[in-house]
């Protein structure tokens, strides 16, 4: 069994682990004594995740990031107006982008572009990429943290798990669906994204990055609401879609393949065990309302990073101390947006007039009194700042 050395790795190269990778290359004196341990799964695209053909709600902090790290997609949506609202129900509110002085609120990307562009950068940032199967922690003690990825034995001194929640019991099991697929709409609007409230869960209608006028749909709903719709004729799930979101782009027209996943709201309760810490997915899932999920773990990777710059230059000295800062500073942003999230998902959906009318009179007093609407437009452009 081979034996390798680090002073530092990252299981999982998904974007959140890329990130943090990138931005570690840049502060180590020696970028070659990180690894970033990347798991081969076979899928429908084989193992070439670049033509993977999801997209992902950016942030506008989350694009300055990427775009400091060389890895912003080509191809990016903007997102310049917000438009939330709650189907039959007064309220609703408008967040645009002039209001805070940023050239977009956000941008939707395909996860396959993003993951190409991390690739090349990575290639050339000096950290050592390991391509195999699923690594794993099998042992650690007071010198460092041993590793198995397939037949690769290693030790580093500190390691980030940056590759999801794998075998973690769901902190809340949701009882919603995303139905997740690509529309026409007949009159798009270049610039808008919608987040339309029902009393089954949340509906997003996205800009798609490749083509004016083809909409991004994440529709939440019962599981058995969910599996019934997917089992619809493409042109009667059109004719559902409009129903439920209504007029604002025309009609939605869809005929492509429309996946199902189920949602669950997953939080680590301690994203530090001994030399071991956790990010990203792996610390926290979100339910996609909003669109938080990767927004969050790009914000740990940042301040990871941070918390890491002392002890890179003399990785000898124990981790301790610069991880408990990471947790300190990351605890109320991570709390803040998986309560905030949750919340979301749920306090439409409960078919209580009183709690429906009152979330719509919310709605409705954002939209008048901009000093309510900016808080949470800031969160949701870049996090809580401490």
């Not at 007071?142 to 973690?168: C, F, N, P, Y």
């Not at 879609?241 to 005929?255: A, I, K, P, Y």
Request: aromatic share 4%; glycine share 8%.
């Amino acid at each position: 069994m081979q034996s390798q050395d680090f002073d530092l790795a990252i299981l999982g190269g998904g974007p959140v682990g890329s990130v943090l990778a990138l931005l570690l290359a840049r502060l180590a004196p020696q970028p070659a004594r990180i690894v970033l341990l990347q798991t081969d799964t076979a899928s429908q695209y084989g193992h070439r995740p670049e033509l993977d053909p999801r997209v992902l709600a950016i942030n506008h902090g989350s694009r300055v990031l990427l775009e400091s790290l060389n890895a912003w997609p080509q191809q990016a949506a903007l997102i310049q107006t917000i438009h939330v609202s709650q189907r039959g129900r007064l309220g609703r509110t408008v967040i645009r982008h002039h209001d805070f002085d940023v050239p977009e609120l956000g941008c939707v990307v395909r996860y396959g572009q993003l993951y190409d562009k991390l690739t090349n950068a990575l290639a050339t940032s000096g950290v050592q990429v390991l391509n195999g199967e699923s690594a794993h922690v099998i042992g650690q003690d007071t010198g460092g943290v041993s590793i198995e990825q397939g037949s690769r034995r290693m030790r580093a001194k500190l390691v980030v798990h940056a590759d999801g929640l794998a075998g973690l019991e769901p902190t809340r099991q949701h009882t919603q669906y995303a139905l997740l697929t690509r529309a026409r709409a007949s009159r798009p609007r270049a610039g808008w994204a919608f987040e339309r409230f029902t009393n089954e869960g949340p509906l997003a209608v996205l800009p798609h990055p490749e083509a004016l006028g083809e909409q991004s749909i994440v529709w939440c709903c019962s599981p058995e609401r969910a599996h019934a719709l997917q089992a619809l004729a493409p042109e009667d799930f059109s004719q559902a879609l409009t129903e439920m979101f209504g007029s604002r782009v025309g009609t939605l027209t869809v005929d492509g393949p429309v996946a199902c996943v189920p949602l669950a709201m997953t939080l680590r309760p301690q994203t530090i065990d001994g030399r071991c810490v956790a990010i990203g997915n792996a610390a926290q899932t979100l339910h996609p309302v909003a669109g938080q999920g990767l927004n969050l773990g790009l914000r740990d990777a940042a301040t990871l990073a941070m918390a890491l710059r002392e002890w890179l230059v003399v990785p000898e000295q124990t981790p301790g101390e610069a991880l408990q800062r990471y947790e300190q500073l990351r605890g109320p942003d991570r709390q803040l947006t998986v309560r905030l999230t949750d919340l979301l998902s749920r306090v439409f959906t409960t078919k209580l007039p009183l709690i429906e009318h009152a979330a719509g009179l919310a709605l409705l007093g954002m939209d008048l009194l901009p000093a309510l609407r900016a808080p949470l437009a800031r969160h949701l452009l870049q996090g809580l700042r401490l």
